[in-house]
Each structure stands twice: as C-alpha cells, then as structure tokens.
C-alpha cells in the first residue's frame, strides 16, 4: 500500500500547484442593484418625471445613490429638466445629453482623473443606444417604489462599507502612531540615561 504523500505545516498537499490553491485574497464587489437603478429610471421617462421624480426628491435620493456612472449621469439630467420646469422625455433627456459635458456635473470631482473635463455626456453614458435599453426594459411604472427602495438601500449599504473603511483606515494610522511615538519616548529615555553629553563622531570624521 502506498503511503499518502505528506502535507505542508499550512495544510497543503506538495503534489499542488501553487497557484491551485485558494490564497488569493478576494475582492468584494459593493452593493448594488443594476436591475432596479435601470427601472427607476425608465420609470422617470415614461411619467414625464411628474411622479418618479417627485418620489425621489421626497426619499432625499441623489444621484450619487446609483452605482453606475452612466446611471448617475442620466438621473443628474433627468433632475435638472425638472427642476427647471422643463419636460422630462426621451427627446429633451437626449438633446441635454447632447449639450453638456463633464465638467458640468457636480459629482465630476469623482472622476476627474479618469474623464476628460470636455467629455461629452452622451459619449460618456454610452450613445443613445443606451438610452433607449434603459426605456424598453419596463411597460409600466407600478414598481418605482420598489426600484427606488432598492436603489436606496444599496446606496446606504456602500456608504456604511466606506465609513467603516475609514475607520478602520484610521484606526490603523492612530495605531501606528502611537506605537512611533512611544519608540521615541523610549529612544529619548536610553539616550538621558546614557548620559552622552554630544554624539560620538563618526570614524571618517576623526
């Protein structure tokens, strides 16, 4: 009978592969909901923003809640036709897209490293194609409610993760501060106890 071959102190077995086995670290993908930030927003095309719209203002959602830059960068121009006065459609949706640019968006400073300030927005969200998916997804806006429930509770969620991020992140630096100061609080008492009155030259300097 062949003995097994014997495995490493961390458990794995020497006939694996390094790279078979599972220490790569794994990367979490934030919360979020495609399916209902694209509903919402059909939802806010097909009533003309009269009821949608209305509805998000109420719940304070912003476009910083959709997760999606081209979904951020529709509701941002869907909101300001409405806070215009200006009708909410297919058509005017597009023709805004059309003349607007980057730099014109408040949350732009997010992205300022990756797009263009003179970045077209429709380039941006993807051409019209885009626009008109989004619109052919849903017949009816019986769930706005829903989506935009959604929409919200992902976005609390990925606020949540980067506050506890940032405390941590903080937490980490506080730590580590500490831990310099007290080695020079401890450096500084060996040297008064050395009772060195002036550093001792260096051998090239003698």
Same mark, same amino acid.
């Given at each position: 009978?062949?003995?097994?071959?014997?495995?490493?102190?961390?458990?794995?077995?020497?006939?694996?592969?390094?790279?078979?086995?599972?220490?790569?670290?794994?990367?979490?993908?934030?919360?979020?909901?495609?399916?209902?930030?694209?509903?919402?927003?059909?939802?806010? /095309?097909?009533?003309?923003?009269?009821?949608?719209?209305?509805?998000?203002?109420?719940?304070?959602?912003?476009?910083?809640?959709?997760?999606?830059?081209?979904?951020? /960068?529709?509701?941002?121009?869907?909101?300001?036709?409405?806070?215009?006065?200006?009708?909410?459609?297919?058509?005017?949706?597009?023709?805004?897209?059309?003349?607007?640019?980057?730099?014109?968006?408040?949350?732009?400073?997010?992205?300022?490293?990756?797009? !263009?300030?003179?970045?077209?927005?429709? !380039?941006?969200?993807?051409?019209?194609?885009?626009?008109?998916?989004?619109?052919?997804?849903?017949?009816?806006?019986?769930?706005?409610?829903?989506?935009?429930?959604?929409?919200?509770?992902?976005?609390?969620?990925?606020?949540?993760?980067?506050?506890?991020?940032?405390?941590?992140?903080?937490?980490?630096?506080?730590?580590?501060?500490?831990?310099?100061?007290?080695?020079?609080?401890?450096?500084?008492?060996?040297?008064?106890?050395?009772?060195? !009155?002036?550093?001792?030259?260096?051998?090239?300097?003698?």
């Amino acid at each position: 009978m062949a003995n097994s071959p014997r495995k490493r102190r961390d458990g794995s077995s020497p006939d694996v592969a390094p790279d078979a086995r599972s220490d790569t670290p794994i990367i979490r993908t934030p919360p979020q909901n495609i399916d209902a930030e694209e509903g919402l927003l059909a939802c806010c /095309i097909l009533d003309g923003g009269s009821d949608t719209l209305t509805l998000c203002l109420e719940s304070n959602l912003s476009a910083e809640a959709f997760y999606r830059p081209s979904h951020k /960068i529709i509701f941002q121009v869907m909101l300001d036709l409405f806070k215009a006065g200006d009708p909410v459609s297919e058509v005017s949706l597009v023709d805004k897209l059309r003349s607007r640019v980057a730099s014109s968006l408040p949350f732009y400073r997010d992205y300022k490293y990756s797009v !263009d300030e003179n970045t077209n927005l429709m !380039d941006w969200v993807g051409g019209i194609t885009v626009i008109t998916r989004i619109l052919g997804r849903i017949e009816t806006t019986a769930h706005a409610q829903y989506w935009l429930e959604s929409v919200r509770e992902k976005w609390l969620l990925r606020r949540f993760d980067c506050h506890h991020y940032r405390k941590l992140l903080k937490r980490r630096t506080l730590v580590r501060t500490v831990w310099i100061s007290s080695s020079i609080r401890w450096n500084s008492r060996c040297f008064k106890s050395a009772k060195i !009155d002036s550093p001792i030259p260096h051998k090239s300097l003698m």
